[in-house]
């Protein structure tokens, strides 16, 4: 088994400024997270960082503007992960509540096309659009936009993953961590940058010196009314679901928009396409989570882009058919359920090459099968960097056949893994193709033939760049949960409150039980459910754990690492412990 050290965070003593009544313990969860005071958990949408300080808007709201004023056809390019997906049914939807007439989009398909804006994604449009807007890409497609500019396209991108060192030449780009840009919040989402591109642009329409202000009177029943200008928050819960599913950090800008979403769907104002994954994933739309968002309800839709065509999952957050969103929804998870059979063959072979192949001593792990699936291999790197706790890349073939690979890469906290590629990629000129992404995960392409260079060339690196401290497997918490603290009451607050997620963890606790039971659940045995009892007060209850270590000693006094949780098997609620670590006492 992997050694995991648990470490209790950090957290300040005193209350919280202007948050008295909270639970104790969620004080103490909040204080851990360096919440000093109310206004850093108040989650009100005025508390959104406003959109001046994103540099690119204002050229980007004038092309905009004009092709709305002048019937323009628009075109929404996205990526093919949720994060794209909400992004461009985000776009496609504000822009059409702001008066576009002629709004479309396209999705690359990762094996003909590949990543982001490209040439022959370009090529593949079959009407040409005046209008070109990225979201979730862009920032790296330098021939892309070069191409569609040279057919007389105008670009507008919108995007937050980190630039190279060469901008593309696009009419506008709107993105938080370009060098010099004010907007204080870097960790926005690519459906987080469209949905602030939306709010300015509604505010220059409303403003009184737009062009098209006088337009906004319309004659209802015989008198002149002013037109209303539409709600964008009506577009929150799709921004939610990408933010959550792409796994950016929350912070405070990043809670306001995913908790303001959560409310709007718990409220019972969710698009049809998110009430269908959510029933399609046996998730209560009262009581949804981040959680759910990030488990549940995105791998549904990521399971289309990495297996087949992201059109399918755009399609079902578009309709406003409640039947055609259940159909879509179901195939979604159809797909997901192909694609989780793949992941599990693909982790097993994996592992083996982990066991059999990987030396002992590698801190950068590549993996590479020629029968791998591209669409799953980041799933796979993922999984193998938790057991290994190291950074992994893990490559398939681009296409049947072909002489280049697609690569994943996925790294542990503290370590920049896009940086260590852009080392590698300095180091050997050429060795790599083109290459992105952020500090946890990146995307990369490589010919078949380099793979060992690479392999070799990537270890190097992370060895230099690799802090020693970092390779001691961590685990976070939040200390003991007092005596009677394990309750229904404390649940559900902590399951309300966050929202939780990248950068804001879910609370995590420890402490000592004795086990009265123990035994395997699940068709495979893969899981296990147990009876704990707290020996301070004898308090007994449940827990699970999923996906337990095969060579898990049993024992009769265990240490446990769990997050406290709702129950609710057939519409009873009763507190449960979701165990994530044990280890013998």
Known sequence: ?????????????????????????????????????????????????????????????????????????????????????????????GLRLLGARQVDFVVPNRFEHG?????????SLRERPDVLVTVDNGIASVAGVAAARARGIRVVVTDHHLPGPQLPDADAIVNPNLPGDGFPSKALAGVGVMFYLLIALRSAMCSSDHPDREDQETVIHGRTARKAWPN???????????????????????????????????????????????????????????????????????????LQDMTLGVACLLTDDEGRASELAERLSTINAERRQLQADMVTEAERMVRDAVLPDTVGVSLHDPGWHPGVVGLVASRIKERL?????????????????????????????????????ARHPGLMGPFGGHAMAAGLSLPADRFDAFAEAFDRVVRERMQPELLEAVLWTDGELPPGAMTLPLA????????????????????????????????????????????????????????????????????????????????RETPRLLLHHIEPI
């Open 115 to 123: 990543y982001g804006l490209s040439p022959a994604l370009v090529e």
């Open 232 to 306: 964008l928050a009506s577009l929150l819960d799709l921004v939610a679901l990408g933010t959550v599913a792409d796994v950016v950090p929350l912070d405070h800008n990043n809670r306001v928009l995913v908790e303001n979403g959560l409310r709007r769907i718990r409220a019972g104002h969710a698009c049809a396409g998110i009430r269908a994954l959510a029933a399609a994933s046996g998730r209560s739309l009262a009581t949804l989570t981040a959680a759910d968002m990030g488990f549940a309800l995105g791998p549904r839709l990521n399971a289309a882009g990495r």
């Open 389 to 425: 706790h190291r950074p992994v890349v893990a490559f398939a073939p681009a296409d049947t056949g072909s002489d280049q690979l697609r690569g994943s890469a996925r790294s542990i906290p503290g370590f920049h893994v896009r940086d260590a590629l852009a080392e590698v990629d």
């Open 492 to 571: 559900q607050a902590l399951r309300l409150a966050g929202p939780w997620g990248q950068a804001f963890p879910e609370p995590l606790f420890e402490n000592t039980f004795e086990c009265l039971q123990r035994r395997p659940m699940g068709s495979t045995g893969a899981h296990l459910r147990l009876k704990l009892r707290d020996p301070r007060d004898g308090q007994i209850i449940d827990a699970v754990m999923f996906n337990a270590d095969p060579a898990l000693p049993e024992t009769t006094h265990l240490r446990a690492a769990f997050s406290l949780v709702v129950n609710d098997w057939q519409g």
């Open 1 to 93: 088994m992997r050694r995991v050290i648990l470490r209790q965070r950090a957290c300040p003593d005193g209350a919280i400024d202007g948050a008295h009544d909270l639970h104790p313990v969620l004080q103490r969860v909040y204080r851990a997270r360096g919440v000093a005071d109310a206004a850093q958990i108040d989650h009100a949408l005025t508390r959104l960082q406003p959109p001046d300080a994103l540099r690119g808007l204002p050229a980007a709201v004038n092309i905009l503007t004009a092709a709305i004023a002048s019937n323009q056809r628009i075109v929404i390019a996205g990526d093919y992960d949720c994060d794209g997906a909400t992004g461009m049914a985000v776009a496609v939807r």
